[in-house]
């Protein structure tokens, strides 16, 4: 277990790595004969994770710059990843040498905030460049509040399976790890330190997963003891059946006991569980010639009803020196079956 927990634990942090690395892996380019700016910032300046323009929830993104050769149009796109969340555009006619597009960034910020990519396209050129949008909560927005829910959703879960310490809780911890992963990242992205994509999300759910798998691991019971007498695994759950299944046992002793060793205690046979035989008698009815205890069907030490003399009862069967009885007002238990009368 514990080589498995090492392996888990260092794909774990390369998955980490790899996802805090990404955001300052990726750059922007210019394709095309032009010069662009957003917002009146070069886009040489913005053109990395680690420099993005900074716009409040409230502004307009300008995408704005001048052609080599006229253009007809101007698009501006506002991008999460694989995901195209707004996009603006200008139309010429005729052509033009200057071009800009917008995008009122007010409509966009009650949805979410944080990091984006800006891409721009005229006829002949191509560029994009890193956007932050500030000045709202992240707790504010839909995807923010969202990504919250998923990541506290997930976060106790992954707790919960690794307090109860069972055999399942490692894979449970796991798949609350997978949650977590994914909400952490798109909040990674709402507070703009990460820009999301299907790498980063995958890295991301994967580091938390065996981040919980190894938890869930090592706060398990420890199952690595053997059983002298078998070698094989010890079990706590075959341990607590077992000590259940001897509970009647030990009282029915301990009763007789003190029946034997008490003078406060009446003198009384001791019950004990029949013997796992066929019944060798079906139902019949039945009276007593003097008061019989019936005593419970699973806790054969506690008294449950009293068979008195003068009335009839039935008796459903016979296993061994014992008799299953139905006391007619809703109980039903044990009696020796030698203190049973059967009908004629």
Not at 134 to 139: D, K, T
Not at 239 to 246: F, P, T, Y
Request: proline share 6%.
């Amino acid at each position: 277990m514990r080589s498995t927990a090492a392996r888990l634990a260092l794909v774990a942090g390369i998955a980490f790595v790899l996802t805090s690395s990404g955001a300052a892996a990726a750059v922007a380019a210019v394709e095309g004969d032009c010069t662009v700016t957003l917002n009146g910032v070069d886009i040489d300046r913005i053109d990395s994770l680690s420099s993005p323009l900074e716009l409040s929830a409230t502004d307009t993104l300008v995408f704005a710059g001048t052609a080599a050769e006229p253009t007809d149009s101007a698009t501006v796109h506002l991008i999460i990843g694989p995901v195209q969340v707004d996009s603006g555009s200008t139309t010429y006619r005729p052509g033009s040498l200057e071009f800009s597009a917008t995008i009122d960034l007010d409509e966009v910020s009650p949805y979410g905030v944080g990091l984006f990519a800006v891409r721009g396209t005229t006829d002949g050129c191509v560029a994009q460049g890193w956007l932050r949008i500030s000045g709202r909560s992240p707790f504010a927005t839909l995807t923010g509040l969202t990504a919250a829910g998923l990541t506290l959703g997930g976060l106790t879960g992954l707790l919960g399976a690794v307090a109860s310490r069972r055999r399942w809780s490692r894979f449970a911890a796991a798949g609350g790890g997978v949650f977590t992963g994914v909400g952490a990242a798109v909040l990674g992205q709402e507070f703009g330190r990460l820009q999301l994509s299907y790498p980063t999300l995958t890295l991301s759910a994967i580091g938390a997963a065996g981040v919980g798998f190894v938890l869930g691991g090592l706060l398990s019971p420890d199952r690595s003891r053997r059983d002298g007498a078998t070698g094989r695994p010890h079990d706590a759950e075959e341990d607590r059946h077992a000590v259940d299944e001897q509970r009647p046992a030990r009282a029915a002793a301990a009763r007789a006991t003190a029946a034997t060793t008490s003078p406060w205690v009446r003198s009384e046979p001791v019950p004990s569980p029949p013997p796992p035989e066929t019944p060798v008698t079906g139902p019949y009815w039945c009276y007593v010639l003097a008061e019989v205890e019936v005593f419970d069907l699973i806790d054969h030490t506690r008294t449950v009803a009293r068979l008195r003399p003068g009335s009839w009862y039935l008796c459903k069967r016979e296993v061994g020196a014992w008799a299953h009885v139905s006391t007619g007002d809703g109980h039903e238990g044990w009696v020796g079956a030698g203190s049973l009368h059967r009908q004629g």
